[in-house]
C-alpha cells in the first residue's frame, strides 16, 4: 500500500452527547446543542492547524426527525445562526463547505441559506462536510437506484453516486458520549475506516483531543484486507 499517506485526509465525527451534557448541569438540551455549536467552531478555527483535508461532522440524522419538535426547530434555528455568523469566517479561513444527506428538503431558507454558502466557499481547499438529514441506509440506496438507472450496479458505480463521491477516502471515523455505535453514519465508507469511540461529551471536545485522536490514528497498522 504504497500510495496510503501516513495521516488521516478524511475524518468524520459523530457528535454525540449534547442532551446528556446539559442534563449533568441541568439545564435544557438547547443549551447543550449550543455548546455543541460552539465546539464545532473551534475545531473548524483549528482544522488549518493539522493536515486533514476533509472534516465530515453528523450534525443531524434521518433518525433525528423523531425527536421533539421543539429539540427539532432548536437544531434548525442554531443551523440556520451558525451558517450567518460563521460563512464569512469559512470564507476567510479557506473552508469550502459541502452537504451530505437530504438537506434539499429541509425548510426552504435553509435551503437557499446552504446554497448560498456552497456559492461562497467554493472556492476554499479544506472541506467541512456537514451531513444534515442524512441517513447512511437511504444513501446507499439512492445511489444503488442511480447506479441501477444506468445499467450498471458495481461497488465502482454505487460510490460513484454516495453522496461523498467527491470526498477523499475516510480514514478516521470518530464517536464522541461513549456509544459505541454508528447510527446510520456512513456506513458504505466505513469499510475500512479507523475507529475511535471516546467518552467525552461533544460540547467537551477541543481541537486538542482531534489531535490526540489524529495521533492516536498515526499509531495504527492499516492491512485492507492484506498482510
Ligand atoms: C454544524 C452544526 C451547526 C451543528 C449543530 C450542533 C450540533 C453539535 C448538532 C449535533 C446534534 C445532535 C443530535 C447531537 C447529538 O447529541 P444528542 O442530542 O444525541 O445528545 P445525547 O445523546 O446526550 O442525548
Ligand atoms: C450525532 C448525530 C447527529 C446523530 C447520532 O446521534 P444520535 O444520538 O441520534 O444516535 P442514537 O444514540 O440515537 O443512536
Ligand atoms: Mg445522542
Known amino acids: ?9 478524511h475524518v468524520a465525527i459523530i457528535m454525540d452527547g449534547n442532551g446528556r451534557w446539559a442534563k449533568r448541569r441541568a439545564l435544557p438540551r438547547a443549551v447543550g446543542h449550543q455548546r455543541g455549536v460552539e465546539a464545532v467552531r473551534n475545531l473548524v478555527r483549528g482544522l488549518g492547524d493539522t493536515q486533514i483535508e476533509c472534516l465530515t461532522l453528523y450534525a443531524f440524522s434521518s433518525e433525528n ?15 440556520r445562526k451558525f451558517i450567518k455568523s460563521d460563512l464569512p469566517e469559512f470564507v476567510a479561513n479557506d ?7 437530504d438537506w434539499q428538503s429541509l425548510a426552504p431558507d435553509i ?3 446552504l446554497e448560498d454558502a456552497l456559492e461562497q466557499t467554493s472556492k476554499g481547499s479544506r472541506i467541512l462536510a456537514v451531513a444534515l438529514n442524512y441517513g447512511s441506509q437511504q444513501e446507499i440506496a439512492r445511489a444503488a437506484a442511480k447506479a441501477a438507472a444506468i445499467g450498471e450496479v458495481t461497488e465502482k458505480t454505487i460510490a460513484a453516486h454516495l453522496d461523498t463521491n467527491d470526498l477523499p477516502p475516510l480514514d478516521l471515523l470518530i ?5 459505541v455505535r454508528l447510527s446510520n453514519f456512513l456506513l458504505w465508507q466505513s469499510a475500512y475506516a479507523e475507529m475511535l469511540f471516546v467518552d467525552t461529551l461533544w460540547p467537551d471536545f477541543t481541537p486538542e483531543m482531534l489531535k490526540q485522536a489524529l495521533a492516536n490514528f498515526d ?7 492484506g498482510r
Do not use: C, Q, Y
Not at 67 to 77: K, Y
Not at 95 to 101: A, D, M, P
Open 1 to 9: 500500500m504504497g500510495d496510503t499517506p501516513k495521516h488521516a485526509r
Open 65 to 79: 426527525w423523531k425527536r421533539d419538535e421543539e429539540e427539532v426547530d432548536d437544531l434548525m434555528n442554531l443551523m
Open 95 to 101: 473552508v469550502r463547505l459541502k452537504i451530505i444527506g
Open 111 to 113: 435551503v437557499a441559506m
Open 175 to 179: 464517536r464522541t458520549s461513549g456509544e
Open 219 to 225: 499509531g495504527r497498522e492499516r492491512r485492507f484486507g
